[in-house]
T-cell receptor, first 111, second 112 residues
Framework: KQEVTQIPAALSVPEGENLVLNCSFTDSAIYNLQWFRQDPGKGLTSLLLIQSSQREQTSGRLNASLDKSSGRSTLYIAASQPGDSATYLCAPGEGNTPLVFGKGTRLSVIA | DAGITQSPRYKITETGRQVTLMCHQTWSHSYMFWYRQDLGHGLRLIYYSAAADITDKGEVPDGYVVSRSKTENFPLTLESATRSQTSVYFC???????????FGAGSRLTVL
């Protein structure tokens, strides 16, 4: 059974700082990994999807990396802004099997 | 409107009552999912469906019933609500073979 761990559980940084969120998973036989953002009281929004054949995926100030063999992914946020404050969740994907989610990292960016 | 909609957004009920949470998607996605989100537990899968008339249990199915007579709808029923079912419920959908999951806005259920 896939287990997903996200560290840290919460993070508070000043505006402008670069930061890294970590995701680890126990079953490395994955097809891809997805990062989501969740704002308070809202649903999840997909940010990035990395295929298992890729090592990185970028969208604007976000860069996600995947090391399948070691069961790790990182989400790098450059030049953080208060609008980045949210909870970030990762979910490794195994074909048509439903996604298993980590508990998320709650990020606060202080102006 | 295109997308995935959940109703009601907020519901308060009493222990023992039946409650149905609705989920409707406009894309004809084959897969649909119900998750619940609780502090300390994160998102946990309740039930999912690969197509109309095909449903499967997830991690926490007890106390819940689902049906999928039409591709676009996936209602979740709590037959006899309990306080432990107080939670935020999320419906999601995706196309078969793709892992980009799209979520609804959630239904916050309180069982008194």
């Amino acid at each position: 059974k896939q287990e997903v761990t996200q560290i840290p559980a919460a993070l508070s940084v000043p505006e402008g700082e670069n930061l890294v969120l970590n995701c680890s998973f126990t079953d490395s036989a994955i097809y891809n990994l997805q990062w989501f953002r969740q704002d308070p009281g809202k649903g999840l929004t997909s940010l990035l999807l990395i295929q298992s054949s890729q090592r990185e995926q970028t969208s604007g100030r976000l860069n996600a990396s995947l090391d399948k063999s070691s069961g790790r992914s990182t989400l790098y946020i450059a030049a953080s802004q208060p609008g980045d404050s949210a909870t970030y969740l990762c979910a490794p994907g195994e074909g048509n099997t439903p996604l298993v989610f980590g508990k998320g990292t709650r990020l606060s960016v202080i102006a | 409107d295109a997308g995935i909609t959940q109703s009601p957004r907020y519901k308060i009920t009493e222990t023992g009552r039946q409650v149905t949470l609705m989920c409707h998607q406009t894309w004809s996605h084959s897969y649909m999912f119900w998750y619940r989100q609780d502090l300390g537990h994160g998102l946990r899968l309740i039930y999912y469906s690969a197509a109309a008339d095909i449903t499967d249990k997830g991690e926490v199915p007890d106390g819940y019933v689902v049906s999928r007579s039409k591709t676009e709808n996936f209602p979740l029923t709590l037959e006899s609500a309990t306080r432990s079912q107080t939670s935020v419920y999320f419906c999601a959908s995706r196309v078969e073979g793709a892992n980009v999951l799209t979520f609804g806005a959630g239904s916050r259920l309180t069982v008194l």
